[in-house]
């Protein structure tokens, strides 16, 4: 039986290596692993974006829609959402290790993690910092993934972090494959992305 074990995961290691992937994910589905690759690696070089959309969340105790605004550039942020669940406007502004929370009618909030804003002063169990990946239809590189490719090579759905993430369409912009709409389905917390614009960038070292 070990070796039965030791055979099938020197078999997943070199389909793995073959395929240029890294060891945290694991690749099914339709597509091709290398064009995949190659995609991966085209879309993880943009550093800036301008999005505008809609956002629609789900929660235990909360729901309602909005609008989205987010611009970003390199490794600062900054998330508008106006409108959700009945609270008015809210931004989210920072970098790691230094992030604020604006809330209409309730004040300004500070913390090391968006992630611990958003809990703390909306109930949001949400992964910030893996949605700057989950949005351009990447995985986060810091866990293990579980990728399921569609038939252009693209992101369909990942499971990542006790998370599922759903890509629904993809559009061409300037040169680059982005996602249009996004299902994330997590505990008590479910979120909806429709992203009418893309602007994306690449700024650079």
């Known amino acids: 039986m070990r070796l039965r074990h030791l055979f099938a995961a020197a078999t997943l290691f070199t389909l793995v290596g073959c395929a240029g992937l890294t060891s945290r994910e694991a690749l099914e589905g339709q597509g091709n692993a290398d064009t995949w690759k190659a995609h991966k690696t085209q879309i993880a070089t943009l ?6 959309g809609k956002v629609g969340i789900r929660a235990p105790k909360d729901s309602g829609s909005g609008t989205l605004f987010w611009l970003q550039r390199q490794d600062y942020y900054d998330i508008r959402l106006s ?12 970098r790691e290790g230094a992030v604020t929370l604006e809330v209409a009618g309730q004040g300004r909030f500070q913390a090391e993690s968006p992630e611990a804003l958003l809990e703390e002063q909306l109930g949001w169990r949400l992964p910030v910092s893996h949605l700057l990946w989950w949005v351009r239809g990447l995985p986060a590189p810091d866990s293990r993934s579980r990728l399921t490719l569609d038939s252009n090579s693209h992101l369909a759905q990942l499971q990542q972090d006790g998370w599922q993430v759903e890509y629904s369409n993809y559009s061409e912009q300037n040169g680059y494959w982005l996602p249009e709409k996004l299902k994330l389905r997590g505990q008590d917390l479910d979120v909806t992305l429709v992203i009418k614009a893309w602007q994306p960038r690449q700024l650079g070292l």
């Open 47 to 52: 550093d800036g974006w301008q999005i505008d």
């Open 83 to 94: 409108g959700p669940l009945g609270r008015g406007a809210a931004r989210l502004t920072g």
